[in-house]
DNA sequence: ATGCCTTTGAAGCAA
DNA sequence: TTGCTTCAAAGGCAT
């Protein structure tokens, strides 16, 4: 289901994922039948073209070029400007709605991750760039560059070496224009260092100016139409950059996205190599205070020779400049042994999932929205927000990261999942989940009264009665959440006295459509059913900030609606404090199990936050404004 | 310094 | 086939 035809015909998305974003994805019944998945996903992105050009349009150019630097304002304006208008979208508005629409602009929404080292860059880092064709142009005086275009391996010889000049045509008024980096430092751009999700941000044609790249650029033009041609396969993923052996054998997973007029998408480098991450990621104005370390260690090669994101050597993130510098002259003398050595080194990450992708692209803005830094806490948010977009919008983080799995396969055929779990284990491993569950279990016993949360003891975690096989595969909208992902079943260790509800009203609530009106009326039943997991997922318009006092001025602005934002700073705040968070909405509604456990106030105030928001879109009144997280279509 | 937290999804392994 | 586990990102926090 989430796989959009991207063209390659084949479809190696898990079963599961399609499961999942069937499951997950909002109206799915409203969904015809006779529409093919396909057909369905097709239209849904013909309307995204379709409404990126026309965005497109409704912006012109010359406002564009009119707009002011972009960090003339801050990242938070920014990101909630566009937190904003995607609530009035009520699509999430991911794609439809970019900070800056209607002209290209290169967005670096994170660029600490995932490959800079801590603190490498500045807070202002995780500003927005937006810019047009940024050019790169390799002077091969350089050593660095030399070395780069010499060694046909480099991790990049399209990870250019400084110094080098980044060239913004028509945008004179572009504080960035035209700058140069420091000559005294090399710097270069290793694809660590250029954010995954840049294929993201390039979702919409209308992100691409049709004008040509300078003709530098245009190393690859198609003899029969003349057109310029992407200097690499259309489906190639930015992520993984290639070698040049292997340009021309990978289609670019993100093929769907380039733009149709031929353009080509990724500036391609001296020697042929392509930018790994073409634009966004070299744009970086932080880029010149990338210190010398950034300096890609060739150990991080893959054994294809094709540097990767994923390639991670333990040892390359404290590395110093000298002994990254060193590690481009060992390059040199290294041959086979050290090769081979840090061959074994390499650490190939799995590829991300499209939750990991939309994690990615969406931290930055709940970082800025919410003023948290706590990953935990922002994972919650992000993990309710998940849910709450649209299929379509699901659809392309699914597509997405399809691609990507399918790229990574293709790059590293011999690669498994398994590997690095071999490496964890050979070293430092992770308390086990089992065991983490364990206690976890008896803390929920503990600390979890209400309805929400209050299961009744996992008494026999093996218990062989699961949703999958109690409802089979016909019905795993009948699933509970937790065994949509193959995760343990909540439902079934629930018991049948706690998890009565409708499977349409279990944790599908926010993952599906309600299968009727009915289902989504609340009940002191369907509450107690809900199971734990699910119950996460959705947020309460019922929640009031009465109680709690705004903490982020921009909430006391202006009139909050039923603020996501509100919600989620109060999810946060009680995952930093739980002791000292008080949903007052979600505990509000959840009054009833809270008595049903005398002397839970206190321990249901300690409920995690993502679960103190259960059942609440249950709650929804069909006529209130529905903050974007808690739209859902069937509820429209 | 290391692991945990927290999310979803993918994948591997064991039964 | 099913269930469980691990890992992927992220950064603050606890140990």
């Not at 959009?4 to 969904?31: H, R, V, Y």
């Not at 794609?95 to 490959?115: A, C, E, Q, R």
């Amino acid at each position: 289901m989430p796989q959009l035809n991207g063209g390659g015909g084949d479809d190696l998305g898990a079963n599961d994922e399609m499961i999942s974003f069937k499951d997950e994805g909002e109206q799915e019944e409203k969904i015809s039948e006779n529409s093919s998945a396909e057909r369905d996903l097709a239209d849904v992105k013909s309307s995204l073209v379709n409404e990126s050009e026309t965005n497109q349009n409704s912006s012109s150019d010359s406002e564009a070029e009119r707009r002011p630097a972009p960090r003339s304002e801050t990242f938070r304006d920014k990101t909630r400007e566009s937190l904003e208008e995607a609530a009035k979208r009520q699509d999430g508005g991911l794609f439809k709605s970019p900070p800056y629409p209607g002209y290209p602009f290169i967005m670096i929404p994170d660029l600490t991750s995932p490959y800079l080292p801590n603190g490498s860059l500045s807070p202002t880092a995780r500003t927005y760039l937006q810019m047009k064709w940024p050019l790169l142009d390799v002077q091969p005086g350089s050593l660095q560059s030399r070395q780069a275009l010499k060694d046909a391996r480099s991790p990049s010889p399209a990870h250019i070496v400084g110094p080098f000049r980044w060239e913004f045509p028509g945008q004179s008024d572009l504080s960035l224009h035209q700058f140069h980096l420091s000559n005294k430092v090399p710097v270069v751009q290793h694809p660590h260092h250029v954010h995954p999700l840049t294929p993201l941000i390039t979702y919409s044609n209308e992100h691409f100016t049709p004008g040509n790249p300078p003709p530098h650029l245009q190393t690859d033009v198609d003899p029969k139409t003349g057109i310029p041609r992407p200097p690499h396969p259309p489906d190639i993923s930015p992520y993984y950059p290639l070698s040049p052996g292997t340009v021309g054998q990978i289609p670019h997973p993100l093929g769907w996205l380039v733009p149709q007029q031929g353009q080509p998408v990724y500036p391609i480098t001296t020697g042929g190599f392509r930018h790994p991450y073409p634009t966004a990621l070299t744009v970086n104005a932080s880029m010149s205070r990338f210190p010398p370390h950034m300096v890609p260690p060739h150990h991080s090669l893959h054994t294809t020779g094709i540097p990767h994101p994923a390639i991670v050597t333990p040892n390359v993130k404290q590395e110093s400049s000298h002994s990254d510098i060193s590690s481009l002259d060992s390059s040199k003398q290294s041959d086979g042994k050290k090769v081979e050595e840090k061959k074994k080194e390499v650490h190939i990450k799995k590829p991300l999932n499209a939750f990991m992708l939309y994690m990615k692209e969406m931290r930055a803005k709940v970082v800025a929205e919410c003023t948290l830094k706590e990953s935990a806490a922002i994972n919650q948010i992000l993990g309710r927000r998940w849910h709450a977009l649209s299929r379509e919008e699901q659809a392309k983080y699914y597509e997405l990261a399809r691609k990507e799995r399918q790229l990574h396969m293709q790059l590293y055929p011999g690669w498994s999942a398994r590997d690095n779990y071999a490496a964890n284990q050979q070293g430092k491993r992770k308390k086990r989940k089992r065991e983490k569950q364990q206690a976890e279990s008896n803390e929920r016993r503990e600390y979890f009264p209400n309805p929400c949360l209050s299961l009744p003891p996992i008494t026999d975690l093996s218990a062989p009665k699961k949703c999958r096989a109690r409802f089979g595969l016909d019905q795993q909208n009948n699933w509970c959440g937790p065994c949509r992902r193959k995760k343990k079943c909540i439902r079934y260790i629930q018991g049948e006295g706690s998890c009565a509800s409708p499977p349409s009203t279990d944790g599908s609530l926010l993952d599906s459509p309600p299968s009727s009106p009915s289902s989504v009326v609340p009940s002191p039943s369907s509450k107690e059913s809900k199971s734990q997991t699910e119950q996460m997922q959705p947020l309460s318009l019922t929640m009031k900030p009465a109680h709690q006092p705004l903490h982020h001025p921009h909430l006391l602005a202006g009139p909050p609606p039923p603020s996501l934002v509100q919600l989620e700073n109060s999810a946060a705040a009680a995952s930093k404090t739980p002791a000292a968070s008080s949903h007052n909405g979600a505990l509000e509604h959840r009054d009833v199990s809270s008595s049903r456990q005398p002397g839970s106030s206190v321990a249901s105030s300690m409920a995690r936050p993502s679960a103190s928001l259960c059942h609440s879109h249950s709650l929804l009144p069909s006529t209130a404004p529905q903050p974007l997280s808690l739209v859902t279509k069937s509820i429209e």
